[in-house]
């Protein structure tokens, strides 16, 4: 390849990468002209138009696309092994953009920008949207070094490491009239439910377990982010299944009552991610660990807090008996004739006076 040749496919994967004109020749330390007349000569040595105009951006054509899929991982193993090897946090200038939701930069931002201070001035941290946690989208096109994903999936190019397992609590305001000692698998299902559906399904994690044991609850109103659920909850006797981190400061200061789910579910563990082309990026392992540092971290606090704070509510007897009685032809009623209802509550009776005993 022609050292020019190899000049235009920087450029080119400058301009794919920021998506502008403008942005690719601040990344490059060219200047504006220099990228246009640059994309010139690719268009008439590649016989494509590689970008058309939309409103005020570009879009790249079919075979820009197909091209820089191609080109990517190439050209970051060309970009490692003529770059250093060392990262110095202390002088090095870059900037760093993570795809995560309003939970993860709870969690990661404060502890993070604290560190920049101190020891590394130069570097930026841009988040970028993270609207559905089970796309890699970001990593391939290169509009993040770092997202987080509960549904990742095997893939050639995509690097993963274990963060956490969501815990999920039942949280409501605290003068509900459900909020006592315990919560019974019979309260909680004939309770109004709220449901934060990012999707808008109505339909979540839990509704699943309990449709396994032949029970269904009432949906009673949703909404498609945790920020518009908290004041829901503490002026309505709606009750809501959440994973526990995401209401922490609700939970901690008492502003919501916090119980076990009545019925085990186990939420999809969350993974940070990475392309492999930046396997060796020594600058992204530094923020990578950090990351991963602030999670568990975060994460072994909270379920230590928790524990101190979170009712009961699962008991292990209750859904046994109901898994038992769906396999048999009377669902509403015993071999001994007492009714459903009243057996649910006597088993947690049971199960309570156990507990005190091992206690």
Not at 66 to 76: D, H, M, R, V
Not at 188 to 208: E, K, N, W, Y
Not at 218 to 234: C, D, E, G, H
Not at 236 to 264: D, M, R, W, Y
Request: charged letters at 25%; aromatic letters at 6%.
């Amino acid at each position: 390849m022609r050292p020019h040749d190899l000049n235009l496919l920087m450029i080119f994967d400058a301009i794919m990468t920021e998506g502008a004109i403008t942005r690719a020749a601040d990344r490059l330390s060219m200047t504006q002209p220099a990228v246009s007349n640059a994309l010139s000569r690719m268009r008439t040595a590649w016989k494509d138009e590689l970008f058309v105009k939309d409103g005020r951006g570009i879009q790249p054509t079919s075979f820009a696309t197909n091209l820089w899929s191609q080109i990517q991982g190439p050209l970051g193993q060309l970009e490692v092994a003529v770059s250093p090897a060392e990262f110095d946090p202390a002088t090095a200038k870059r900037t760093f953009r993570i795809s995560a939701t309003d939970s993860i930069v709870a969690m990661v931002w404060g502890p993070l920008r604290k560190v920049i201070e101190n020891e590394a001035p130069g570097i930026n941290i841009h988040a970028i949207p993270s609207y559905d946690l089970g796309t890699d989208k970001v990593l391939k096109d290169a509009e993040a070094e770092l997202t987080f994903s509960k549904y990742h999936q095997p893939d050639a190019v995509i690097r993963s490491e274990h963060v956490l397992d969501p815990s999920w609590v039942v949280v409501m305001r605290p003068d509900h009239p459900l909020a006592k000692a315990q919560l019974t698998l019979e309260n909680f299902i004939a309770a109004d439910h709220l449901l934060v559906s990012v999707t808008g399904d109505v339909t979540g994690p839990t509704d699943q377990v309990l449709a396994n044991m032949g029970l269904k609850r009432r949906i009673a109103m949703s909404v498609n982010q945790f920020y518009n659920a908290t004041p829901l909850l503490k002026e309505s006797n709606l009750i809501c299944v959440a994973p526990s981190l995401v209401v922490e400061k609700e939970i901690f200061s008492g502003e919501l009552a916090v119980f076990e789910t009545p019925v085990e579910i186990k939420g999809l563990p969350m993974s940070v991610m990475w392309h492999k082309r930046q396997d060796l990026d020594a600058g992204l392992q530094w923020l990578r660990k950090l990351v991963v540092k602030f999670i568990r971290e975060r994460v072994e606090r909270h379920e230590m807090l928790l524990s101190q704070c979170c009712r009961k509510a699962y008991c292990a007897e209750t859904v046994k008996r109901i898994l038992t009685q769906r396999n048999r032809e009377n669902n509403d009623m015993t071999s001994t004739g007492v009714p459903q209802t009243e057996v649910l509550e006597a088993d947690c009776a049971v199960n309570d006076e156990i507990s005190k005993v091992k206690a």
